[in-house]
Nanobody, 127 residues
Framework: QVQLVESGGGLVQAGDSLRLSCAAS????????MGWFRQAPGKEREFVAG????????YYADSVKGRFTISRDNAKNTVYLQMNSLEPDDTAVYYC????????????????????WGQGTQVTVSS
């Protein structure tokens, strides 16, 4: 069992930055790939970024590439999402999730691959 708790969301203006954190329980954290997803009102949940358990691989949605950076600190069992140059279209509830079945050097983007999810944190970007 893995428990995930997100934090760091809030209300910001376009062009601002935010850093989301996701604290995970479980001693096998270092072997799990981690992902960030988001869901805007009336839209389906979409992949934002992912990082492999070994940190050797990262993957980003085209819409955030160059603006968002995913990282992890395995000593703290925490994954981060640094979000720069935020845009109103980034407004959504952001969820972190863990993929416990993928190889430590790989990362997947399908939400169906992720088996544990946090409760989400709201990010609102005003224009």
């Amino acid at each position: 069992q893995v428990q995930l708790v997100e934090s760091g969301g809030g209300l910001v203006q376009a062009g601002d930055s935010l850093r989301l954190s996701c604290a995970a329980s479980g001693r096998a954290f270092t072997t799990y790939a981690m992902g960030w997803f988001r869901q805007a009102p009336g839209k389906e949940r979409e992949f934002v970024a992912g990082i492999s358990g070994s940190s050797s691989a990262t993957y980003y949605a085209d819409s955030v590439k160059g603006r968002f950076t995913i990282s992890r600190d395995n000593a703290k069992n925490t994954v981060y999402l640094q979000m720069n140059s935020l845009e109103p279209d980034d407004t959504a509830v952001y969820y972190c999730a863990t993929d416990t079945k993928v190889a430590p050097f790989a990362v997947r983007s399908s939400s169906r691959s992720y088996d544990y999810w946090g409760q989400g944190t709201q990010v609102t970007v005003s224009s």
